[in-house]
């Protein structure tokens, strides 16, 4: 499986790049091939293409997600290039999961029709670093997209 991590965040070394390392390694683990990619909203993503699983993800800020992340799916050709790709969503945030899912999981999820979604997961912060529980997340990763493959 060819994986790429496209993600946004305006930390670095914070909450998401720790995040993202440990899915890529999880997922390296498994045998995949993983690259990563931070996001810009003027970016071409014609890339996307050679990935057989887009990881997508980033934190929220003020109530959104973070804005390059936002501004690729709304400005670039990422949302057309998304189009019948397999996708696994992440956000990590501060808020209580119930809000999460219900105010920012959509923020992605409406620019994303016509896309598979594999998993989707929101990352509390003190779950960025808990190996079991990214674990848990790449494995549900790998056991849908290889269902999808039957
Ligand atoms: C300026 C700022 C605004 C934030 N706003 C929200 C918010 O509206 N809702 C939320 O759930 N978390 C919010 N958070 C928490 C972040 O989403 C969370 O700490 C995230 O893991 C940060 O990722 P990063 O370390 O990659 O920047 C905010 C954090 C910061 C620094």
Same mark, same amino acid.
Do not use: W
């Given at each position: 499986?060819?994986?790429?991590?496209?993600?946004?965040?305006? @930390?670095?070394?914070?909450? @998401?790049?720790?995040? *993202?390392?440990? *899915?890529?390694?999880?997922?390296? &683990?498994?045998?995949?091939?993983?690259?990563?990619?931070?996001?810009?909203? =003027?970016?071409?993503?014609?890339?996307?293409?050679?990935?057989?699983?887009?990881?997508?993800?980033?934190?929220?800020?003020?109530?959104?997600?973070?804005? &390059?992340?936002?501004?690729?799916? #709304?400005?670039?050709?990422?949302?057309?290039?998304?189009?019948?790709?397999?996708?696994?969503?992440?956000?990590?945030?501060?808020?209580? +999961?119930?809000?999460?899912?219900?105010?920012? #999981?959509?923020?992605?999820?409406?620019?994303?029709?016509?896309? =598979?979604?594999?998993? &989707?997961?929101?990352?509390?912060?003190?779950?960025?670093?808990?190996?079991?529980?990214?674990?848990?997340?790449?494995?549900?990763?790998?056991? =849908?997209?290889?269902?999808?493959? +039957?």
């Amino acid at each position: 499986m060819r994986a790429i991590i496209l993600f946004d965040s305006k @930390t670095s070394g914070g909450s @998401t790049d720790k995040l *993202i390392d440990l *899915i890529g390694l999880k997922l390296a &683990e498994s045998g995949a091939y993983v690259e990563k990619a931070k996001c810009k909203s =003027t970016g071409d993503y014609s890339f996307v293409k050679d990935f057989d699983v887009v990881i997508m993800g980033a934190p929220i800020y003020y109530l959104m997600v973070s804005s &390059e992340l936002m501004g690729a799916l #709304l400005q670039s050709n990422l949302k057309s290039c998304l189009q019948n790709k397999k996708i696994a969503l992440f956000l990590s945030c501060g808020s209580p +999961e119930l809000m999460a899912n219900l105010l920012y #999981l959509p923020q992605l999820k409406l620019n994303l029709i016509g896309s =598979t979604i594999l998993v &989707e997961k929101i990352f509390a912060p003190d779950q960025v670093s808990d190996h079991s529980v990214i674990a848990h997340y790449v494995d549900e990763l790998i056991g =849908t997209y290889k269902k999808g493959q +039957e």
